[in-house]
C-alpha cells in the first residue's frame, strides 16, 4: 500500500498539535517541519475537510484538534490525505484478452482480488488500532519526556527551551 508523503506530514502536525495550548498557526508548524507552507497547508485543509482539525481566525488565529487525540485514528489521518477509497481496485482483467473468461464465470472475486482484500483489511484495522495520542505518547518516549511540551510552546511563540 502506497501513502502520500502527505500523510506523513499530517500525522506529525497532529502530533505536535496535541501539545499546543492555544492554536498553532500553519506558518510555524511548516517551519517546525521544515515544509513548504502552502504544501502543508494542503494538508491541513484536508485535515480541516475531514473534522479532524478547525482553524481559528484572528490574530491569535491557528489550527487545533477538534477532538481528543485518543478519538483520532492513524486511519483518520491516512483517509483525511489520501481518501477513504480502497487501494487496490479490481478491473477484472480475467475478462479480457483472447482467453477472456465468460462475465458469468466471474460472479465471485478472484484469488488476487481476495488476497489484496485481505491485506487491505488488515492494514486498516492496525493503522484503526493507533490514536494520535498513541503516536504522541511514542513520540515523547523517543525523543525524551517533555519533549512535545517544547514544541507546543515553540508553535506558539514561545522559545526553545530543551537543555
Request: glycine letters at 10%; proline letters at 6%.
Amino acid at each position: 500500500m502506497k501513502i502520500s508523503g502527505g500523510v506523513e506530514w499530517a500525522l506529525h502536525c497532529c502530533v505536535v498539535l496535541t501539545s499546543a495550548h492555544e492554536p498553532a498557526p500553519a506558518a510555524r508548524l511548516a517551519q517546525l517541519h521544515d515544509v513548504s507552507p502552502s504544501y502543508l497547508a494542503k494538508q491541513l485543509q484536508a485535515l480541516s475537510r475531514a473534522g479532524l482539525v478547525s482553524s481559528v481566525q484572528g490574530k491569535a488565529g491557528g489550527y487545533v484538534l477538534t477532538r481528543s487525540p485518543e478519538l483520532i485514528t492513524v486511519l483518520d489521518v491516512v483517509e483525511a490525505i489520501d481518501g477513504p477509497g480502497p487501494a487496490f481496485v479490481c478491473t477484472e482483467i480475467r475478462q479480457r484478452g483472447p482467453l477472456a473468461a465468460a462475465p458469468e464465470a466471474c460472479t465471485a472475486p478472484c484469488a488476487i482480488t481476495r488476497a489484496m482484500a485481505g491485506a487491505e483489511t488488515a492494514w486498516r484495522q492496525s493503522l484503526r488500532s493507533v490514536t494520535i495520542a498513541d503516536l504522541a505518547r511514542d513520540v515523547d518516549g523517543d525523543y525524551g519526556n517533555g519533549a512535545l511540551a517544547v514544541y507546543g510552546n515553540w508553535l506558539t511563540g514561545g522559545a526553545d527551551t530543551r537543555t
